[in-house]
Each structure stands twice: as C-alpha cells, then as structure tokens.
C-alpha cells in the first residue's frame, strides 16, 4: 500500500452556525521528529474554510491522507436502501451526498437542517424524547452500517447510529453536514473505499477518534483527553513529539492532533497498514453503499 508525506485529521462537527466549536484540524508530515500542529484560523474554521483546505490541497496535489471524523453514508445493507419506500432513496453513496446537500441548498454554512425537518426524511431519525420517526427502526439504538455492527461485534468500537440526533453520543448532524462537504467536492480528492487509491495526492479516509486514542494508550478506557500531561502522554506513544503550546486543550483539538499521530504511526508498520486498507468484511456492496471506517480492521 502507497506511503503518504502529510497525515491530517479534521474533528466535524454538525452545529448550525457559522463557525463550530467543535470544528478541528491537525496535520503531521511523515518523517520523524515531525510534530503534529493544530491548525486554527483566528476567527475559527467553518465547514466552508474546510471545504476550501480541502479543495486547496486537491488543486496542489498534496501527497497526504486526511481523516475525517464523520459518518460518509448512512446503513443501506441492512435493508436493502438508506430510506427504505422512500422514493427517492438513492442507490449509491454519491448519490445519498447529492440528494443532502440538494435539500439542504438553502441552509447556510453548510448545515443540514433542512433535511432532518423534511416531511419524508424525517420519518426515518430520532429526534428528541417523544419525537422518533416512524421509520427510525424497532432497535433502540437505530439501524447501524455494516462496519458499525462489526466494531460493535469485535469491541473495536462502540458507534452510534448516524438516524440518531440525540445526547452527547450523536453523530447524525456532523455526518450530514460531512456529506454535503463530500458532494462539493466532486471527485477532487479520491474517497476510500468508495474511490480507488492514487499513487499520488490526497486522499480522504472515515476515521474514528476513539480508535486512534485506544492505540494512544489513553488511560482508563477513556476516549477524551482534554490536559497537556495526558495529551503529551498519548502523542509520545504514537511516536510523536508535542505539538506548539496550545491556547486550550478542548477534546476537538486533542482528537485532530492524537488522531493525525496514529495515522502516521499506523503507516510505519507494514503489517498493519496493509491491513487496515484491506478489511476482510468489505466487500463491493459495502464499498459501493456505505464504506468504511478507516481502523477497523
């Protein structure tokens, strides 16, 4: 499997507004000693500004992989489409992208409101407390994806159902707004799985940030690391020096700066890297509908 010169992880978020909180990037360059830095526009990075990054190192052909911490797709195999009887359900991940970000045309900074209050997309997502559409499904956690089900099976990871927008936990908002960044970027940057791999350029993966903090070592089965002892802690056993002091260490920016290390630290094992690009599970109706975490092996 190629090698990449630059690892970067952008941690999403869904809010609806112009600039999220939780929106973060980091980068790291591949050789040793590099340091991960936490990229930070002075007024904040919206979805629009990411959506110009990206688009910025398509154009300059940047040899790197970028994790992105969003769901790409919602489930399709489970049953056979995202929506089932609705009738413009798509058939593939492209166009599930283009039918969101269709909706959502008149939602500012690319959020997604309007396609959570469609009268027929709404049918199928949690809500709120008494507010669970009539096709959410009869699981109380919401139809998961395929890679969903296996990291929950194999104890990889404990993901949330992207038809669910309630508590802490919810991944639905930032996926959606993740999908509509994903159309604009009509085809500038190859996608995996769901786009073949280029022997050069950039290069987008789904990633989870739990997994990257597992690997960190990050104690006590937490996820979230959110002081300068623990965060250092956890880049040294990726490999990595610390970063630039940071103005505060909030779980977004410490996600980007661990998440981007492990991409880089996974790289220099052969073993592994060529296993996390070649999950056993994954095959061409999964790639195809709803890709895969970028991890799970």
Request: net charge negative; charged share 25%; proline share 6%.
């Amino acid at each position: 499997m190629r090698k990449f010169e630059h690892f970067a992880c952008f941690d999403w978020s869904g809010q609806a507004v112009a600039r999220p909180k939780g929106l973060a990037l980091a980068t790291i360059a591949a050789e040793d000693g590099a340091r991960p830095e936490l990229l930070r526009p002075k007024v904040g990075w919206s979805r629009g500004a990411a959506l110009d990054w990206l688009l910025d190192h398509a154009a300059a052909g940047t040899d790197m992989l970028i994790g992105l911490d969003l769901s790409p797709t919602f489930p399709f195999v489970d049953a056979g489409g995202y929506f089932p009887d609705w009738e413009h359900s798509p058939a593939d991940a492209r166009g599930l992208w283009a039918l969101v970000d269709g909706l959502c045309a008149e939602d500012e900074h690319l959020a997604a409101s309007s396609f959570v209050r469609h009268d027929e997309a709404r049918r199928y997502f949690r809500h709120g407390k008494g507010d669970t559409g009539d096709r959410f499904g009869s699981l109380g956690t919401g139809r998961l994806r395929a890679v969903e089900h296996h990291q929950r099976r194999t104890k990889q990871a404990n993901s949330a159902s992207c038809f669910n927008l309630v508590g802490a936990a919810q991944v639905g908002k930032s996926s959606l707004t993740g999908m509509r960044v994903l159309h604009r970027l009509a085809g500038r940057i190859p996608i995996w799985p769901f786009d073949p791999v280029p022997e050069t350029g950039p290069v987008i993966v789904e990633i989870y940030t739990s997994i990257a903090a597992r690997a960190a070592g990050v104690a006590g089965g937490r996820s979230k690391v959110r002081d300068a002892d623990a965060l250092h802690e956890a880049l040294a056993n990726l490999g990595a020096p610390p970063p630039a002091p940071l103005l505060a260490h909030d779980d977004h920016s410490t996600d980007a700066l661990i998440t981007a290390a492990w991409l880089r630290d996974a790289a220099r094992d052969a073993e592994l890297w060529h296993a996390l690009w070649h999950p056993p599970m994954l095959d061409d109706a999964i790639r195809r509908t709803e890709g895969w975490t970028f991890g799970v092996k």
